[in-house]
């Protein structure tokens, strides 16, 4: 598993806190800093290419703004990957795109993304309503996001996902209804999106958002609000056929996302560029080249080999670690010159119980849940029964236990009173 972060954006909006440079359009010095970024995050995948294991083989490029950048960026970091046997083809290769970025290269970008092996597309649309959009600071309107898509389409995208937002406190439900009715009829050919992603919007510190919030200029939305736009938006996509397999996405069956769902089922993966974090196994914390030499985990399933996986940590040398590039475009870049990725990272090595804690909490954000054994283990069991038995917790058939549909919303909640 790869994920690569691209520290670029034309602009920011007003509740992200992604880490991004803003990259002015067509000049002179944007050239120079792509090309820069592209010699120095494919001289990281190099020295790195040791820590990567091709148990769940996806790559997924976010950010930030990847379609900002040139077709040329993806090619070089793709050949360097193929010289280390991790070129792909991938089960499924991501790029994350702007409506705006589409709309304005065309379909010979896009077609471009598909030559270099990219067989899905996410596509951040947030809203259908103008006036939200503006709010945002995004750069597109509802009929440009409309446009993109069917560009997208015409190109020959099979899958692509779209992102919305919910929960601000000047959306009405109305308003909510009726982006879910674009959303649901954005296709020009009739067709449903692959894959849809909502979240509930969240006052995130360092946020253009989080300076309105101190300086009294706008309210966060009621949780009564939130809680009835996330109803509907479960009931709109239950109804369109769409399978919910994690709290906040939706996909057609046979769509779900695959590099995703390895997060939540604690997989290690490798993440490459300015901002970028990792979870390895120790025997992947990154050496000199001439020094590397690691053994990779064993291969695993999703749910069963978690427990596997978990047990066998206590072995001093599978001890996993938590791995992250800094926030720094200028110290990457330098890191780069002198092929000194250590100097910009940082790392944490995680304790049993914070496995344990992290397996509970993102299971349970998932339709499968985390088995009942591996809970009965390791949380408060009292409380485990109390939460069955008044429906905050079922059993399913397989022996996992999980939150339903209903209870997703307070699902926060749910995992603290057991943990």
Not at 81 to 101: A, I, M, S, Y
Not at 112 to 139: E, T, Y
Not at 367 to 380: I, K, P, T, W, Y
Request: hydrophobic residues 35%.
């Amino acid at each position: 598993m790869i994920y690569v972060h691209i520290p670029f954006c034309r602009s920011f909006c007003t509740y992200c806190d992604f880490y991004s440079e803003v990259a002015s359009r067509c000049s002179a010095d944007e050239q120079q800093k792509f090309g820069l970024f592209a010699q120095t995050l494919c001289r990281e995948a190099a020295l790195r290419s040791g820590e990567i294991t091709d148990d769940v083989n996806t790559l997924y490029i976010g950010g930030g703004t990847p379609s900002v950048l040139p077709l040329c960026v993806f090619s070089d970091l793709l050949k360097v990957l193929q010289e280390h046997g991790h070129g792909g083809p991938f089960r499924e290769f991501t790029v994350e795109v702007n409506p705006e970025d589409i709309v304005q290269k065309g379909e010979e970008y896009v077609k471009g993304l598909l030559a270099l092996g990219v067989n899905r597309i996410s596509m951040g649309v947030q809203s259908f309503d103008d006036g939200i959009l503006r709010w945002m600071n995004r750069r597109h309107d509802s009929a440009t996001a409309r446009e993109a898509y069917r560009i997208l389409e015409n190109a020959g995208v099979k899958n692509i996902s779209i992102d919305l937002i919910f929960g601000l406190s000047q959306l009405t439900d109305d308003q909510w209804n009726e982006t879910l009715d674009k959303a649901l009829a954005i296709s020009s050919c009739g067709s449903l999106p692959q894959h849809i992603s909502a979240y509930q919007l969240s006052v995130e510190p360092g946020s253009a958002l989080a300076q309105l919030v101190e300086r009294g200029q706008w309210s966060e939305a009621s949780e009564d609000l939130c809680s009835r736009q996330y109803d509907i938006l479960c009931r709109r996509l239950r109804d369109a056929g769409y399978h919910h397999y994690e709290i906040s996405n939706f996909a057609q069956p046979g769509y779900e996302a695959v590099h995703n769902s390895a997060y939540w089922s604690h997989q290690p993966y490798v993440g490459l560029g300015p901002g970028a974090h990792s979870f390895l196994s120790r025997q992947c914390v990154p050496m000199a080249p001439s020094q590397q030499s690691w053994a990779p985990p064993p291969t695993r399933g999703c749910e069963n080999a978690i427990s596997t996986h978990l047990a066998s940590i206590s072995e001093k040398d599978k001890k996993p670690i938590r791995q992250w590039n800094e926030s720094d475009l200028g110290m990457y870049l330098k890191a780069g010159q002198s092929g000194d990725f250590t100097a910009v990272q940082g790392s944490e090595e995680l304790t049993q119980e914070q496995l344990v804690m992290e397996k509970v909490m993102l299971g349970l954000r998932t339709e499968n849940g985390v088995s009942e054994e591996f809970l009965r283990a390791n949380c408060d069991v009292e409380q485990m029964d109390e939460a069955l038995r008044c429906g905050n917790l079922v059993v399913s058939a397989d022996g996992n236990i999980s939150i339903p549909e209903d209870r997703f919303f307070i699902s926060d909640s749910i995992i603290s009173s057991i943990i």
